[in-house]
């Protein structure tokens, strides 16, 4: 069983160039993120995924967690309850919250890396503090000061934990048929009914409280997405002092059985059935849809990263495999012996297919980490407004193909392992399985993509989606005088995937208010088509500072000539998928609506 490593040499060379860290430390909102912090933060998490998570994925995907019926409770596997409490005491709780409440006021940039090592190390850990950070941002845009005050720092701290509580039996990702309902008290708070389902670690043994959000309907609520409030339901209510007071009317009645992260709790939870589960509403009433998708937003590019995770674990189990299986003949070489199987061309193929969609990945989700950081604490209005368009943009791209992209990572790890992959034993299995469910989850594929061809590009006439391309095509103009043979050939490779996006654009723009169905038939085939010619872009932007480099006489000849190569092989694998899904945007509807529904 082969034990995860964090890149943190990657980490650096991405901090340093997709998202200059020491630029963002100028910045007052950041400026205690220097890069000797930031480093040692890196550091710290690498020892910590390492020696405290990593042992623990295997045996708690075996375990599982644990349902107690008759107390409601769950019980997480062994070992997982002191490695919160290591979590908790080195501030990883804290890392993003502002110092006001408590926190260390990273940026994202930062959390974005040392979220990626929890996740790789332990997806089933890591979901809890993932959405404990969605939670908080929530809370701190549109929380009451008494409820920043009575919930944040404990939040921060990693004593309490968050939820959100969105989906129903009868709505699933619809919530426009929300049905929970708030029931409005003389003393301003209110009382909450209802079910809500696939609610993650909505009941664990991590902290003595859990924060649940959750959305319902007051009584004279219009109807649909308009109609919805965000409430605060805590498990334990608090004391004016702080303290724990009585249990709320709110508890988990049953665990899901899943396809993978079986030691992530999934809870069946139920409200009110004595009395009513006693809410404050956060924000205004009937904009709890808006300030959840806040969270949600957090929570989709947290997904996406899980998909980078687990793809950067699945390769190194796959390389460690394969250098060390020994089977058949080198090829063009009959008479030697068998050799390790990461000397044939097509086992190379795989491990490389792995390694660069997980590297363009990672890119591209710190290039918007950066973005997002940047909208937050600029100076310049107008530098907000552009970078935030661009991570609003990116976020469902991202969640959309880094998870897809897991999809594929996993797969081929479990194929270089062979019939060894097929084997729970050897770990390639669990990644596999583990990886499927974060294309469902926080909105499937296909909702991040309806996301993006409709509230992100149509809507906007295709500004920002435009700028983005006009954004690269200048990206494409620096590169191209480069003399390097692979940067030769990724400056014309990226110059095709651009004009395919483009063309998909335009395709959209054009037929979206005409034959919107001709839009949605090839809405996932848009987000494959942009996450790899963006992924492209930043994986160029890395082998051009590779580059520069390595003229200037840097030492480490070996990684950065893989820079190098790892785009080569991505601009010449990979683009050419995104020119074909450009195809089939523009011409693939007729034939995906040709079928009568009577014919299925």
């Known amino acids: 069983m082969s034990s995860y490593h964090a890149p943190t040499k990657e980490y650096r060379l991405l901090l340093e160039t997709v998202a200059p860290i020491a630029e963002l430390a100028k910045l007052p ?56 409490e290591a979590y908790r005491e080195m501030g990883g709780a804290a890392l993003p919250v502002p110092t006001e409440f408590g926190g260390l006021g990273m940026p994202r940039t930062v959390v974005t890396l040392t979220d990626e090592m929890m996740h790789s190390a332990n997806l089933s850990f890591g979901l809890m503090p993932l959405l404990t950070q969605g939670a908080i941002e929530a809370l701190l845009l549109a929380g009451s000061d ?22 129903e039996p009868q709505a699933g990702s619809d919530l426009a048929l929300v049905k929970a309902r708030a029931e409005p008290q003389p003393d301003g708070s209110y009382r909450i009914f209802g079910t809500k389902i696939f609610i993650t670690f909505g009941e664990h043994d991590f902290t003595e409280n859990i924060v649940h959000l959750v959305l319902a309907r007051l009584p004279d609520a219009p109807e649909g997405v308009k109609g919805i409030s965000l409430f605060v339901v805590p498990k334990f209510l608090v004391q004016p002092d ?12 049953s665990i899901e059985h899943k396809l993978g992260i079986h030691a992530s ?3 069946v939870m139920q409200y009110g059935d004595a009395g009513g589960a006693v809410g404050f509403v956060v924000g205004e009433v009937n904009r709890g849809l808006e300030y959840m998708f806040v969270m949600m937003n957090l929570a989709r590019f947290g997904v996406g990263l899980q998909g980078v995770a687990l793809a950067e674990r699945a390769y190194q189990h796959a390389v460690a495999y394969a250098r060390e299986r020994v089977q058949s003949r080198d090829v063009g070489a009959p008479k030697n012996p068998s050799v390790p199987i990461i000397r044939h061309p097509d086992v190379r193929r795989m491990l490389l297919r792995m390694r660069a969609q997980t590297e363009a990945a990672r890119a591209l989700a710190m290039a918007t980490a950066c973005a997002l950081d940047l909208a937050q604490a600029h100076p310049d209005a107008e530098v907000r407004r552009a970078q935030q368009a661009f991570a609003e943009l990116m976020i469902p791209i991202h969640k959309g193909w880094a998870t897809e992209m897991a999809q594929d990572v996993t797969y081929q790890g479990v194929q270089v392992h062979g019939g060894m992959g097929f084997i729970e034993e050897t770990g390639a299995a669990q990644y596999y399985r583990d990886a499927r469910i974060t294309t469902i989850y926080e909105g499937t594929t296909a909702i991040q993509a309806n996301d993006l061809i409709g509230r992100k590009m149509a809507r906007e006439g295709g ?34 995937g651009i004009d395919a996006a483009e063309r998909a654009v335009a395709f959209n723009l054009a037929h979206f208010n005409q034959d919107i169905r001709a839009c949605f038939a090839g809405s996932v085939p848009m987000v494959k088509l942009f996450g790899i010619v963006c992924g492209g872009w930043q994986l160029a932007r890395v082998g051009l500072a590779a580059e520069r480099r390595l003229a200037a ?24 998928e995104a020119i074909a899904a450009a195809d089939v945007v523009v011409n693939g509807a007729e034939g995906t609506m040709a079928l009568a529904e009577s014919a299925f």
Not at 67 to 73: K, N, R, T, V
Not at 149 to 159: D, I, L, N, R
Not at 569 to 574: G, I, K, N
Request: hydrophobic share 40%; aromatic share 8%.
């Open 146 to 167: 008494e409820l920043k005050a009575t919930y944040v720092a404990k939040m921060a701290s990693g004593e309490w934990g968050g939820t959100m509580n969105l989906t």
């Open 29 to 84: 909102h950041f400026s205690e993120a220097t890069t000797d912090t930031v480093y040692a933060i890196l550091e710290e998490s690498a020892k910590f995924a390492h020696e405290v998570l990593d042992p623990l994925n295997a045996t708690g995907d075996r375990s599982g967690a644990r349902f107690d019926a008759a107390q409601h409770a769950v019980t997480t596997p062994e070992g997982f309850r002191a490695a919160y």
């Open 553 to 576: 006489g840097d030492p480490d000849r070996e990684f950065l000539e893989a820079k190098l190569a790892t785009l080569r092989f991505y601009v010449d694998t990979m683009l050419p």
């Open 242 to 253: 702080g303290s724990l007071g009585a249990r709320n009317d709110v508890q988990c009645v």
């Open 265 to 267: 709790p999934t809870c």
């Open 463 to 496: 500004v920002t989606a435009n700028a983005l391309i006009g954004t690269m095509r200048a990206f494409v103009t620096e590169l191209a005088p480069s003399t390097h043979p692979h940067l030769i050939v990724a400056a014309r490779r990226l110059r095709e």
